[in-house]
T-cell receptor
Framework: GESVGLHLPTLSVQEGDNSIINCAYS??????FIWYKQESGKGPQFIID?????DKRQGQRVTVLLNKTVKHLSLQIAATQPGDSAVYFC???????????FGKGTKLSVIP | DTGVSQDPRHKITKRGQNVTFRCDPI?????LYWYRQTLGQGPEFLTY????????KSRLLSDRFSAERPKGSFSTLEIQRTEQGDSAMYLC???????????FGPGTRLTVL
């Protein structure tokens, strides 16, 4: 069935470098996407969201890019810090629904 | 702290017992969601409420599971006759009426022995 997936299960970056976490989705009916950060033993923490009528949205040190043509979503983290180490999930919401469908997650490790 | 809260944070029970979890959403949020997360996986949708009405249920929500939100504020999720396969993190989230920006609580970790 259609689902949200991720290109890489793990990503290691040097402290201070930029990180890019990718996500592929296959449901063309999805109109809203969210990136979450989850630390061990905690609930997912909202990072940034984007609607399907946008290509890019920026927050503090984070940028989400949406390419609807190839159904691809990415999260860019600028100047990655040790506190950014966590599992990152993208989630999609189909138009007309309120449930989120999550991918498996990418584990980001920041090397000091 | 005005975020989503869940109680208890951890629950250990024996197979066959009933358990109940509570979720208190962000106070001005109309929508409340329940998800389940197993180790190494992303959260999976179980059900959601708009005020006190339960509007969507996943096929994961077997007849042993029941959720309520009687006054449109806090919600409870009950699992009857627990099975070992029910062991997971149960997450609650809430959002405004638009449904955008679902904010999660810390979760209740259930272990069924």
């Amino acid at each position: 069935g259609e689902s949200v997936g991720l290109h890489l299960p793990t990503l290691s970056v040097q402290e201070g470098d930029n990180s890019i976490i990718n996500c592929a989705y296959s449901n063309s009916a999805s109109d809203y996407f969210i990136w979450y950060k989850q630390e061990s033993g905690k609930g997912p923490q909202f990072i940034i969201d984007i609607r399907s009528n946008m290509d890019k949205r920026q927050g503090q040190r984070v940028t989400v890019l949406l390419n609807k043509t190839v159904k691809h979503l990415s999260l860019q983290i600028a100047a990655t810090q040790p506190g950014d180490s966590a599992v990152y999930f993208c989630a999609e919401r189909r138009a007309g629904s309120y449930q989120l469908t999550f991918g498996k997650g990418t584990k980001l490790s920041v090397i000091p | 702290d005005t975020g989503v809260s869940q109680d208890p944070r951890h629950k250990i029970t024996k197979r066959g017992q009933n358990v109940t979890f509570r979720c208190d959403p962000i106070s001005e949020h109309n929508r409340l969601y329940w998800y389940r997360q197993t180790l190494g996986q992303g959260p999976e949708f179980l059900t959601y409420f708009q005020n006190e009405a339960q509007l969507e249920k996943s096929r994961l929500l077997s007849d042993r599971f029941s959720a309520e939100r009687p006054k449109g504020s806090f919600s409870t999720l009950e699992i009857q006759r627990t099975e070992q396969g029910d062991s997971a993190m149960y997450l609650c989230a809430s959002s405004s009426i638009s449904g955008e920006g679902q904010f999660f609580g810390p979760g209740t970790r259930l272990t069924v022995l």
